[in-house]
């Protein structure tokens, strides 16, 4: 097949969405596909366009083999397009920043209309590129698909970002009708299938396209730990890891405040490994802490030693986006083989699977400090219930998302879809 991918994020990106376009891409041409992509300047998590890139027009062509078997080896072409990237975000900025990837990389995706593709894969946010990528579609006789990664315009007024209740009837009548028009439409998670169902979108239309962890990459280390032995923290010291984006809705004050409650615990060690926009916020309020180490975004093939480190993944997560995103570091927690401590709900999708390997610790009061406080102190007091915690998290993983297993049952999906 020929499956066009437009979206405004991609590899080399290390974390969020990005990343798993990049592997779906690579992938798919490992299987015998051709591939194009059309996307942006590798900025995220950092808010900037990566060193050696150019924020402009460009072409890559990419060479993949399929080491299993020499016939399915192709070409992924990528397609980068400029884009506004602002230093510091608010809601009509981050509009201006999806609006500039949008106008870029229109005439690049009209130019798709000529290479004749069989599907075009739109991958949500923004928004703002679903038209293009619908009209490209039934332009060149392809079939389109919408994948809805973060219900970025909820969770834009469930947040605040945006407020004015004209724009949010607007925009929602906009989506929902945008969304009627694609032949098939996928998110991650079960509570964001159930989401769709709402605005409008039937059983046949919708399909479940979770995000998935490569169990070969991500895996139990029984030796010594590298990220131990340069933090200088012994082996009886109980680490308590955030690894991941750091942005406005991860409610990451929930592990900062805990931290505050926790400073006589000598034997609790807080890590906080990644980047994002609200990095700088937060290390400036909470500088004086001495039981939190903030590390730098670690490249992928230091990714299992980094999760590796933890006795216990933190996963934080504001009630008010629950279920309008489904955090993707939650997979390399499960396959790591570590307990999880998450202030999501119960009748959350993250919540369901939390109950099964580690501890919810919501609650009413200040957003379930104390609760979180309480479950750290439980699992650092219990090492053999927290490896108890940690093979059943790594069970999940292996039976619900192996790489191989979801993108091979997305091909399926595809070629039912192209007939």
């Known amino acids: 097949m020929r499956i066009l991918i437009?979206?405004?994020?991609?590899?080399?990106?290390?974390?969020?969405?990005?990343k798993?376009?990049?592997e779906l891409a690579e992938w798919l041409v490992a299987q015998g596909h051709d591939v194009h992509i059309v996307t942006a300047p590798p900025y995220y998590p950092q808010w900037r366009v990566a060193e050696g890139y150019a924020n402009s027009w460009r072409r890559e062509t990419v060479k993949l083999s399929n080491l299993l078997c020499k016939e399915k080896s192709g070409t992924l072409m990528i397609y980068r397009c400029p884009l506004w990237v602002p230093s510091k975000l608010s809601g009509l900025k981050r509009l201006l920043h999806l609006a500039s990837f949008a106008l870029s990389s229109f005439p690049i995706m009209l130019r798709q209309i000529f290479w004749q593709p069989d599907?075009?894969?739109?991958?949500?946010?923004?928004?703002f590129c679903a038209p293009?990528?619908?009209?490209?579609?039934?332009?060149?006789?392809?079939?389109?698909?919408?994948?809805?990664?973060?219900?970025?315009?909820?969770?834009?007024?469930?947040?605040?970002?945006l407020q004015a209740d004209w724009?949010?009837?607007?925009?929602?009548?906009?989506?929902?009708?945008?969304?009627?028009?694609?032949?098939?439409?996928?998110?991650?998670s079960v509570k964001m299938l159930e989401r769709l169902g709402r605005k409008g979108v039937v059983a046949d239309q919708a399909v479940f396209f979770p995000n998935w962890v490569d169990l070969a990459e991500i895996y139990p280390l029984t030796t010594a730990n590298v990220f131990r032995h340069q933090l200088g923290l012994s082996t009886q010291q109980v680490v308590a890891l955030y690894s991941g984006n750091m942005g406005e809705k991860q409610g990451l004050e929930i592990v900062l405040e805990a931290a505050v409650k926790l400073q006589q615990h000598t034997e609790i060690q807080f890590v906080l490994c990644g980047d994002g926009a609200a990095k700088a916020r937060l290390q400036a309020n909470y500088a004086d802490l001495t039981n939190v180490v903030w590390l730098q975004l670690q490249p992928l093939d230091k990714l299992n030693e980094l999760l590796n480190m933890a006795d216990v993944h933190l996963l934080p997560q504001r009630g008010d986006v629950a279920d309008l995103v489904m955090p993707s570091k939650l997979l390399g927690m499960l396959a790591s083989g570590r307990p999880v401590i998450s202030s999501a709900a119960s009748d959350t999708q993250v919540g369901g699977l939390v109950a099964h390997c580690g501890i919810l610790a919501a609650g009413e009061a200040f957003d379930g400090i104390d609760e979180f406080v309480a479950a750290l102190l439980q699992l650092a007091a219990n090492p053999n219930e927290r490896t108890r915690l940690g093979r059943a998290g790594r069970l999940i993983a292996e039976n619900t998302f192996s790489k191989t297993w979801v993108l091979s049952q997305f091909e399926q999906e595809l070629i039912k879809l192209v007939g």
């Not at 006789?141 to 605040?160: M, N, P, R, S, T």
Request: negative net charge.
């Open 6 to 18: 437009h979206g405004i994020n991609f590899t080399p990106e290390l974390t969020g969405i990005g």
């Open 20 to 22: 798993y376009s990049g």
């Open 119 to 127: 599907v075009v894969l739109v991958i949500e946010p923004p928004l």
């Open 132 to 161: 293009q990528a619908w009209l490209v579609a039934r332009f060149s006789g392809a079939k389109a698909w919408l994948h809805i990664q973060d219900f970025e315009v909820d969770a834009a007024f469930d947040l605040g970002i």
């Open 167 to 188: 724009l949010k009837r607007w925009v929602l009548v906009a989506e929902r009708c945008l969304m009627r028009c694609f032949d098939r439409v996928s998110t991650i």
